[in-house]
Every structure is written in structure tokens, then in C-alpha cells.
């Protein structure tokens, strides 16, 4: 029997959960690591279900937990990986040029992000491999800043480890339950996705408040 009915007894064997797990009853763990990596380069293929129904297919025999583990892991790594080099490729000086066109920015506020980076950028790395959505987008500005491949991918790895272990083990576990874990995480990235949305509308408010509010010139 394939892991595709056994993952998807009341489902058609279609859709993401579907190709993920076509790619891992042919390929095992290489096909997870391959699904992994397609997933820090696209992010709206989600690694809440890729990493459990990996995990579920561990259990099941298809691969080893530790050959799970291994390719995922890597997988995630080829990835970011990826896109440190575009952030590279794309530099620091592009990015202030794009940066000095948009609206309602100013280029100390670029500035600033830069220094910011400077001093967190290590921890960005390694705990935005455990956030949804920033797990992917972290890398770019990684490459742009030009951070030490070494660390780089180091950071990388300790951080894909944990989150890949946390969801390809709760698939693991939870055998033919593994898709509650997408649902959990899935309420997570929106959660992440609101904050983020919030955030930026409560910065784009100030900046217009700052832009229209009238400018009394002094008299002598």
C-alpha cells in the first residue's frame, strides 16, 4: 500500500498533502528534503503539513525517523541557502536604491534596520527558522547584510532542526491523526500573518500622520 491512502484514507490523493506524499513513497527521504526545500523557496507550500505527514511516514515504515530528521533538516538548509544568495546577488546598494523610491520610507530607516540586523541578526536567524512565513524571509536579508556563510548556515540548521523535529515527531506520534498538527500551526501562521499586518498598517498610519501634519515655520 502506498502512503498516499494510508495519509489520505477520506481525501483524493491530490493537493499538497498528496504531492508531498507521492514525493516521499518515491524518493523517501531525499523526496522530503526535496519538499522541504521547495517549501523555504515558495512559501505558501506549508512545512505544517510536508513535515508531520513526513513524520507519519516514519512511522509506517516508508523511512527511517533519523533518515526524516537528516533530509529534512538539509533540505531546509538547500533552501535558505538559495535564498541568502539571491539577498547576496541583489545587494546591499540596490536595495538602497528600490528603498529611496518607495513611499512613506526614509533612508534612516533603512539605516536603521541595517544596524539592527548588526546587533540581532544572529538570533533572527536562528528563531526565525521556528516562526511561520519568516522562516523563509529571513534568509534574504541575511545575504544582503552579507552575514558569514558559516554562520549562516549554521544558525540555519540549528534552528530547522528544532522546528522540523517538533512536527515531523507530532507526526510521528500522532500516526494516522498527523493532520491536527497543520491545523494548530496553521492557526499560528495566521496569527503570525494578522501581527505582521497590523504592524505594518499601524506604519504606514504614523508615517502619514507625520507627512500631512503642517509645518510651522518660525518667525523672526
Not at 506524499?21 to 512545512?47: H, K, Q, R, Y
Amino acid at each position: 500500500m502506498h502512503l498516499t491512502s494510508m495519509a489520505l484514507p477520506q481525501e483524493p490523493a491530490d493537493g499538497i498533502a498528496g504531492w508531498a506524499a507521492d514525493l516521499v513513497d518515491t524518493m523517501c527521504g531525499p523526496g522530503a528534503g526535496l519538499a522541504i526545500a521547495l517549501e523555504n523557496l515558495f512559501p505558501p507550500l506549508p512545512s505544517e503539513v510536508i513535515l508531520p505527514l513526513t513524520g507519519f511516514a516514519a512511522g509506517q515504515g516508508v523511512l527511517t525517523l533519523a533518515s526524516a530528521l537528516f533530509w529534512t533538516t538539509l533540505g531546509s538548509v538547500a533552501g535558505a541557502v538559495v535564498l541568502y544568495w539571491i539577498g547576496m546577488l541583489f545587494g546591499r546598494e540596490r536595495m538602497r536604491a528600490i528603498w529611496a523610491k518607495l513611499p512613506l520610507v526614509k533612508a534612516s530607516d533603512l539605516e536603521r534596520t541595517e544596524r539592527w540586523f548588526e546587533r540581532h541578526g544572529t538570533k533572527a536567524v536562528f528563531l526565525g527558522r521556528m516562526v511561520p512565513i519568516f522562516r523563509s524571509l529571513i534568509s534574504v536579508p541575511a545575504g544582503v547584510e552579507r552575514m558569514p556563510l558559516p554562520l549562516f548556515v549554521m544558525l540555519t540548521t540549528l534552528g530547522s532542526l528544532i522546528w522540523n523535529s517538533v512536527l515531523v515527531m507530532a507526526g510521528y506520534w500522532l500516526g494516522d491523526q498527523w493532520e491536527v498538527v497543520e491545523t494548530y500551526v496553521g492557526i499560528l501562521s495566521k496569527a503570525v500573518l494578522v501581527l505582521v499586518v497590523v504592524a505594518l498598517l499601524a506604519y504606514v498610519a504614523v508615517r502619514l500622520r507625520g507627512h500631512n501634519r503642517p509645518r510651522h515655520r518660525r518667525t523672526s
